[in-house]
T-cell receptor
Framework: DVKVTQSSRYLVKRTGEKVFLECVQD?????MFWYRQDPGLGLRLIYF???????EKGDIPEGYSVSREKKERFSLILESASTNQTSMYLC???????????????FGQGTRLTVV | GENVEQHPSTLSVQEGDSAVIKCTYS??????FPWYKQELGKRPQLIID?????GEKKDQRIAVTLNKTAKHFSLHITETQPEDSAVYFC????????????FGKGTKLSVIP
């Protein structure tokens, strides 16, 4: 059974703080993703990584960075948290599946971040 | 980049009726179209997916159809049950080394007993 685990379910941080959201998967997946979920806006991709130390910007990367030092771990970093980054953050992973072949993405349980 | 539009945003049906959710996409190179179900307080989970070389796929009460010419795909749920109540997301991806899934904004389905 695939497990994608996010380090916190709920987090409250102050404006200007540096925030780390951690995600670990145990299925040796090549691809990992960070999304944020807001009511009425669906799931929007922040960053993704298809290999260790590789990262690609998604649709809304501003204000965020990521780190992937090990295959199983993908961290999302808010360099200086702001109130408009209050949201649900979802991590996901998927196997590579080969060229031209996308595969199922498995999601973590989400981290609800509140920036005050 | 890819843009996925999803309609309706909310849908209420009586138990036993059918529900249809529609999505359109913009990138003609997209070739993978999954549907995710998210129950309240839970993580999204894949319920069905379709690839561009297939026009229709069925799994028990759930079916997905794809029209590549018109760039739209739909989710059909028959004989709805209260446990089908959830938010459903469609998504599209172009493959070919691009692993980026673009999601629609979601449809909140309520099945009334």
């Amino acid at each position: 059974d695939v497990k994608v685990t996010q380090s916190s379910r709920y987090l409250v941080k102050r404006t200007g703080e540096k925030v780390f959201l951690e995600c670990v998967q145990d299925m040796d997946h090549e691809n990992m993703f960070w999304y944020r979920q807001d009511p009425g806006l669906g799931l929007r991709l922040i960053y993704f990584s298809y290999d260790v130390k590789m990262k690609e910007k998604g649709d809304i990367p501003e204000g965020y960075s990521v780190s992937r030092e090990k295959k199983e771990r993908f961290s999302l970093i808010l360099e200086s948290a702001s109130t408009n980054q209050t949201s649900m953050y979802l991590c996901a992973s998927s196997p590579q599946g080969g060229i031209r072949m996308n595969t199922e993405a498995f999601f973590g349980q989400g981290t609800r971040l509140t920036v005050v | 980049g890819e843009n996925v539009e999803q309609h309706p945003s909310t849908l209420s049906v009586q138990e036993g009726d059918s529900a249809v959710i529609k999505c359109t996409y913009s990138d003609s190179a997209s070739n993978y179209f999954p549907w995710y179900k998210q129950e309240l307080g839970k993580r999204p989970q894949l319920i069905i997916d379709i690839r561009s070389n297939v026009g229709e796929k069925k799994d028990q009460r759930i079916a997905v159809t794809l029209n590549k010419t018109a760039k739209h795909f739909s989710l059909h749920i028959t004989e709805t049950q209260p446990e089908d109540s959830a938010v459903y997301f469609c998504a599209a991806s172009s493959g070919a080394g691009s692993y980026q899934l673009t999601f629609g904004k979601g449809t909140k389905l309520s099945v009334i007993p």
